[in-house]
């Protein structure tokens, strides 16, 4: 397979639409969930075994990403405390029009199938070119998907409309900090409670009295016990209707070290263990991200100052990065357990071998995949 291919998906997607509907139908809708994510996750080990195989190294073989995350502004109207963004020291700035439609132009061309428009840090309503990109996305027939995630402030009532039109093609996650004033301004670090929940409750009326299927998913981060009120009815009412889902973490990353746990502890948050380490964090081929200054990082989480990097757009093409020596060379010193030190002090680090071999027999699996 030459590196200028992501594999094309147009035959499974086919098959996924066909038989999607029909195991909802038999009541086997939790089985075609299961199915479908071991669908993924073997996807992406195999992708990792080709890649460390010394031919496929020879013939260049890049990662398939799962999504090419963008970031279109590295700037944020909040300051959430699980979030490093009031730390970053990095040049804020949002991508000019014509870098965003080149390299997802050349990614698309090359097969990719999903766009993530969530940057590493940042909030996409503040990027004045939301609409434009979404725009751009949509004459793309090859990108199924796209999605991203927001705070909602910026997400005016008045542009739920414009949000329908763009169909079962866009899912919105929606970061919600709280079902009241105090809490959601101490764990967003700004008092813009009602500016978000007018633009989430006017986005699922709006759904509502549509037929559009417009993807919404409220993500909660909130201390244990603050889901009630009014507004938490609202949306439970919208989930049993089917308009949105609901999702929430119980622990939440230290993004490198830079949140410490007495941080998230004056919010009511828990913080996220620090996970045994075992071979490459899955990432590293899953989510590669295109920042505003056309490099790209092979972190799309948690590298909000982007050591990361693996190539620039600007000197290469998206293929030959995303096949670079420097990833090849990232994906060694994991293996290798030789992290960098942002992954070293990485609470979100997530394996991508299966959870069957991380555990006594990892030496085994890991000189069998990898050579180590």
């Not at 699980?82 to 020291?89: D, G, S, T, V």
């Not at 990095?90 to 766009?115: L, N, Q, Y």
């Not at 201390?223 to 949306?235: R, T, V, Y």
């Not at 960098?340 to 990485?346: Q, S």
Request: charged share 25%.
């Amino acid at each position: 397979m030459s590196s200028a291919h992501i594999p094309r998906v147009g035959l499974w997607n086919k098959a996924k639409d066909l038989a999607k509907p029909l195991f909802k139908a038999l009541g086997l809708g939790s089985l075609w969930g299961t199915l479908g994510e071991k669908y993924h996750w073997g996807t992406v080990f195999l992708n990792y075994v080709a890649m460390r195989s010394p031919l496929m190294r020879w013939m260049r073989i890049g990662i398939w990403p799962q999504a090419l995350y963008v970031e279109g502004t590295n700037i944020c109207n909040a300051r959430c405390v699980f979030c490093a963004y009031p730390q970053m020291e990095r040049a804020k700035s949002t991508m000019p029009m014509g870098e965003f439609k080149r390299v997802i132009g050349e990614f698309a061309a090359a097969g990719g199938a999903e766009v993530d428009l969530s940057p590493i840090v940042g909030d996409p309503f503040v990027d004045k070119h939301i609409f434009e990109r979404m725009d751009f996305l949509m004459t793309l027939p090859g990108v199924r998907r796209f999605h991203f995630f927001t705070n909602a402030i910026l997400m005016k009532p008045e542009y739920a409309e414009r949000l329908l039109g763009y169909g079962s093609r866009l899912t919105i996650y929606c970061s919600f900090g709280g079902f009241d004033q105090p809490t959601y301004h101490q764990v967003m670090g700004v008092d813009k409670f009602v500016e978000a929940v007018d633009g989430i409750r006017t986005l699922i009326e709006a759904k509502r009295a549509s037929d559009s299927k417009l993807g919404i998913q409220v993500n909660l981060r909130i201390p244990p016990g603050n889901a009630k009120g009014e507004f938490w009815d609202f949306i439970v009412k919208a989930r049993d209707e089917g308009l949105i889902t609901i999702d929430g973490i119980d622990a939440y990353d230290s993004w490198a070290g830079m949140i410490k746990e007495s941080d998230l502890a004056v919010a009511g948050l828990a913080a996220r263990p620090m996970p045994v380490k075992r071979g490459p964090c899955h990432r590293l081929v899953t989510s590669p991200v295109l920042l505003v200054d056309g490099r790209v990082n092979a972190c799309a989480c948690r590298d909000v100052e982007a050591n990361l990097i693996i190539g620039d757009t600007k000197t290469e093409s998206l293929a030959d990065i995303l096949s670079s020596p420097a990833l090849q060379d990232l994906l060694d010193k994991h293996e290798r357990e030789d992290f960098p030190e942002v992954c070293k002090r990485c609470t979100y680090y997530d394996s991508l071998y299966p959870a069957v071999m991380r555990g006594k027999s990892f030496p085994f699996w890991r000189r069998l995949v990898a050579g180590f």
